[in-house]
């Protein structure tokens, strides 16, 4: 089992930023990557950005990229969402992913993240 804790969420102005973290606890030896989601009232849960556990290889939606940047701590079983230039369409509750060996999927249990206009 992994458990997957976000932080980082809160209220900002188009254009602010703000970081999310994810702190991944138990068996994180079975972690091959992990991301973050999003998804914003009526709407899907969408992914956001992943990044691979080793190689650190990355992938983002075309609505984030260049503004959003993903990255890893390993010694800090961490995972980090940077996210510039908010725009309002930024706005909703994010969740942080985990996949491991045998398909497993972990999820957090969300952060709001608000943009106002």
């Known amino acids: 089992q992994v458990q997957l804790v976000e932080s980082g969420g809160g209220l900002v102005q188009a254009g602010g930023s703000l970081r999310l973290s994810c702190l991944a606890s138990?068996?994180?030896?079975?972690?091959?990557?992990m991301g973050w989601y999003r998804q914003a009232p009526g709407k899907q849960r969408e992914l956001v950005a992943t990044i691979t556990v080793g190689a650190g290889n990355t992938n983002y939606a075309d609505s984030v990229k260049g503004r959003f940047t993903i990255s890893g701590d390993n010694a800090k079983n961490t995972v980090y969402l940077q996210m510039d230039s908010l725009k309002p369409e930024d706005t909703a509750v994010y969740y942080c992913?985990?996949?491991?060996?045998?398909?497993?999927?972990?999820w957090g249990q969300g952060t709001q993240v608000t943009v106002s206009s």
């Open positions: 992913n985990a996949k491991a060996i045998r398909q497993r999927e972990y």
């Open positions: 138990g068996s994180i030896f079975s972690i091959n990557a």
